[in-house]
Structure formats: C-alpha cells, structure tokens
C-alpha cells in the first residue's frame, strides 16, 4: 500500500487510520481518493465571471435622481400630514387611532389561533373546515 495513504498491518490487513483521509458515512469509511467526479461538461461558462443575479442599481441607471426621490417622498408626507389634520378636524385623536390598529392588531390574533383550533378539529374528525363552520353556525365570512 502507498505509504502517503497509511500502512497496512501484515497480520490483519487493517490500514492505520491516522494517516487517511476519509469521509464518514453509514456502513463505515469511503476514502476520498474511491470518490467519482462529476464528469466535465466542456462548457467554457464554467470559467466565466461571476455574475450576480441581483443588479446594482444606480441612480443614474434606474432613471430616477435622488432628487426627484426625495421631491416625491415630500409629496407623500405633506399628503399624509393633511390626512392627519383632517381626521383631528373631525375629532379624531392620532393615540386614538394607534389605540384602535393595536386593538384590529389582538382581534386578528385571536382569529388566527380560532381558525387554527378549527383546522385541528376538523382533521379530527376527518371533516372539512367548511363543515364545522355550518354545524357551529358560524358564517364563511367570520
């Protein structure tokens, strides 16, 4: 046997394993050299550049200046700033309003986890989702 690969023992014919380089796998030891390659292609691509798929975008590339960006962004806050000052003219409070989106927040939570309890049941019973709805009277709709 090579000596770079590891020495046989005469006796058992054991290959010293401190000197080999292998892969573990099930059913014991492959050694790295017993390998097969993945055969050539012969395509001239595979030395190519790398190219990413994600392109950079410039601003000049995209046309669109920062300028104009920052012009539109303007626009949208001033909109937004007289959406606000409209719904304070109608007495509506903006703490009001994040009061009601956390509370449209914790509704939507609770009717997550009900449609995941009557997805379970459902599978429980080997009946559809649909069925439960009717045998609890609920509407499609809740």
Known sequence: MDSAAGQED???GHVAETSLKFTPQRGGA??????????????KKVNSSFKS????SSAAS?????????KELQMELAELDSQ????????I???????HIDLLHEYNDIKDTGQTLLGRLAVLRGVTTRDLYS????????
């Not at 492959?30 to 395509?43: D, E, F, H």
């Not at 798929?53 to 950079?56: E, G, I, L, R, T």
């Not at 995209?62 to 920052?70: Q, T, V």
């Open 135 to 142: 045998l609890f009277d609920m509407e499609l709709d809740d």
């Open 93 to 99: 409070k903006v703490e009001e309003i994040d009061q």
């Open 53 to 56: 798929p994600v392109q950079a």
């Open 84 to 91: 606000i000052a409209l719904l304070e003219n109608e007495g």
């Open 62 to 70: 995209s046309g669109i200046c920062i300028e104009e960006e920052i």
């Open 30 to 43: 492959v050694l790295l050299a017993s390998r097969k390659r993945t055969p050539y292609s012969g395509s």
């Open 10 to 12: 005469a006796k058992t």
